[in-house]
């Protein structure tokens, strides 16, 4: 079992849709869970990130977790074109000398005009 | 404020030979991460610096090493360079090795190894 599982996609949504991506996580000690984008050919770059339980919110973006669930969402309301991108989750260890981030393959997301 | 730079952006080299790629983290920031991306293994975490210390190493060979100086600049070196080292190299810098810090990638260099 991979460390930090995510759905490779594509997923296809039309513009305007709310794009649902998920992660799970195999290590139950995780503290910090992170949500990056990729561009084709550019570098990841920090959406979200998330460290209780429940809902976080900024802007159109939704980051949700579930420790009890070992699993951490990202909701993208109002789907635009530009939303077009490779998402990454990645988490956190446990406190201690060897905390690091374990990184998703990242899930491909194509928003439909 | 400046981002993080990489260089070189593109770097083509042969079987056996080593390579040395550099990371300017930006101003101010003292922790530098270095990562291997490829299609198929993601992102894979090579090591950690923080004040010219090594704070975390990943599972890579011992051809794979690193350093942090003093102004914070790192460089990676690969030694005995293989195909299969072909891949996007990202150096990534944040404020403080925290929980909340968000890393800073800067836009990488691709080693292509013939």
């Known amino acids: 079992q991979k460390e930090v599982e995510q759905n490779s996609g594509p997923l296809s949504v039309p513009e305007g849709a709310i794009a649902s991506l998920n992660c799970t996580y195999s290590?139950?000690?995780?503290?910090?869970f992170f949500w990056y984008r990729q561009y084709s050919g550019k570098s990841p770059e920090l959406i979200m990130s998330?460290?209780s339980n429940g809902d976080k919110e900024d802007g159109r973006f939704t980051a949700q977790l579930n420790k009890a669930s070992q699993y951490v969402s990202l909701l993208i309301r109002d789907s635009q074109p530009s939303d077009s991108a490779t998402y990454l989750c990645?988490?956190?260890?446990?406190?201690?000398?060897?905390?690091?981030?374990?990184w998703g393959l990242g899930t491909s997301l194509a928003v439909n005009p | 404020k400046a981002g993080v730079t990489q260089t070189p952006r593109y770097l083509i080299k042969t079987r056996g030979q080593q390579v040395t790629l550099s990371c300017s983290p930006i101003?101010?920031?003292?922790?530098v991460s270095w990562y291997q991306q490829t299609p198929g293994q993601g992102l894979q975490f090579l090591f950690e610096?923080?004040?010219?210390?090594?704070?975390n190493k990943g599972n890579f060979p011992g051809r794979f090493s690193g350093r942090q100086f003093s102004n914070s600049r790192s460089e990676m070196n690969v030694s005995t360079l293989e195909l299969g080292d072909s891949a996007l190299y990202l150096c990534?810098?944040?404020?403080?090795?925290?929980?909340?810090?968000?890393?800073?990638f800067g836009n990488g260099t691709r080693l292509t190894v013939t």
């Open positions: 990534a810098s944040s404020l403080a090795q925290d929980r909340g810090a968000p890393l800073h």
């Open positions: 101003s101010g920031h003292r922790s």
């Open positions: 610096y923080f004040s010219e210390t090594q704070r």
């Open positions: 290590d139950r000690g995780s503290q910090s």
């Open positions: 998330i460290y």
């Open positions: 990645a988490v956190k260890s446990r406190a201690g000398n060897n905390r690091k981030l374990i």
